[in-house]
């Protein structure tokens, strides 16, 4: 409810705004969708996105969370500028967290400087190759010294972001990522009879946003491998983006197209797991996967590009493999072993699962990131 002035009235919660430049699906944005879901009944939370509010951003208003687009149409377009402050005007904000999206920490430093919100914590979710260098690199230095918190995923993360990208911070926590470990499990519904697959079928996929950093190019190529080895097995591409007709074109240039499945984007995503046999990131760039945490959450092993903090999802050669990212053929060598191998496969499985109940608990992270909002 507003007051009269269309302001928000006082609450004894604190109030916490999360702000990110949109909400389109992707790792960062769907941890601040479960954060979100998870602490508006602690805080006063209302979430906002500089331009569309994308798919993430729609279910976040559907939970019955205050959502707030400011559409803007594109990075230039400073018209989000003067509805940002009126937004902080009737919100007050006692803290603003938000990611490492270039305009993301412009607006939120901005925020913090004119001493709107007193608190401003910044979660860094990328590690080195990013889109758009140049911005980050002058919203890291307007940052510096306005922000009171950085969340990082791991220690190896801390060390890269201070060291040698010079984030600059007073405290700097780490707060790996976290999944539901009730929703994502091994036992359940599985998409195999809808997608015509045996029970006995080798299946490995992706899921992953259609994007560049992704290199889902790199993904058909080792499919290929590993379908012309291996004839009754099937690949999938679980996700949508900017680059599906592209890869959906180069697809079906390939012998073996008829047995690469692109599903588009599904919303049962533990079920999507419990239908493959091997989990496969092919990425450029990453931190800490959620794609990898999830699946390794219902007890499916990985193969993976060394990329990021990987090797702290993946455990190479318990909990899958962890390949060198040029590597291709490795990576189709890998993917075939553990379709070869359904004991070993199920052993890793089982300690992937374990290690996620260890490390990546969802509870965990939502009380750590609820520590650091109310101090």
């Not at 270039?102 to 910044?122: M, N």
């Amino acid at each position: 409810m507003k007051t009269e002035r269309g302001q928000y009235p006082v609450s004894n919660r604190r109030r916490v705004l999360i702000l990110n430049a949109t909400y389109v699906v992707g790792g960062a944005e769907r941890n601040l969708q479960l954060l979100a879901l998870h602490l508006h009944s602690r805080f006063d939370l209302h979430v906002c996105s500089l331009y569309q509010p994308g798919e993430i951003g729609e279910q976040i208003r559907e939970a019955g969370i205050p959502f707030h687009a400011l559409y803007g149409h594109s990075r230039t377009d400073w018209r989000v500028l003067p509805r940002f402050l009126s937004l902080l005007r009737r919100i007050r904000p006692e803290v603003l967290l938000t990611v490492d999206a270039p305009y993301a920490v412009l607006y939120a430093v901005l925020a913090k400087r004119l001493k709107i919100a007193r608190k401003l914590v910044i979660a860094v979710h990328s590690f080195g190759k990013i889109k758009r260098t140049r911005e980050m690199a002058f919203a890291r230095r307007f940052a510096a010294g306005a922000t009171d918190v950085l969340i990082v995923l791991t220690e190896s993360h801390r060390r890269f972001l201070l060291e040698q990208e010079g984030w600059q911070a007073h405290e700097v926590v780490v707060i790996p990522n976290g999944v539901d470990l009730q929703r994502f499990t091994p036992e359940g519904g599985n998409l195999r009879e809808q997608w015509g697959l045996s029970p006995n079928t080798p299946a490995f996929g992706v899921v992953a946003g259609l994007r560049p950093e992704k290199n889902l190019f790199r993904f058909l190529r080792v499919a290929q491998q590993v379908l012309s080895a291996l004839v009754e097995a099937r690949a999938f591409v679980v996700g949508d983006g900017e680059l599906r007709h592209d890869l959906e074109t180069s697809s079906q240039q390939m012998q073996c197209a008829s047995r690469i499945v692109f599903t588009g984007a599904l919303h049962d995503i533990p079920a999507v797991w419990r239908s493959l046999d091997v989990a496969v990131l092919t990425s450029d760039t990453e931190v800490l996967p959620m794609t990898l945490i999830e699946a390794a959450a219902c007890a499916v092993p990985a193969v993976s590009t060394d990329v990021g903090a990987v090797r702290d999802v993946v455990l190479d050669g318990q909990t899958g493999f962890v390949v060198p990212v040029e590597d291709e053929d490795t990576l189709a060598e890998r993917i075939l072993y553990l379709l070869r191998h359904p004991e070993e496969r199920r052993a890793m499985g089982r300690r992937a699962r374990e290690h996620a109940e260890a490390h990546f608990d969802l509870r965990q992270m939502v009380e750590r990131y609820a520590q650091v909002l109310a101090l």
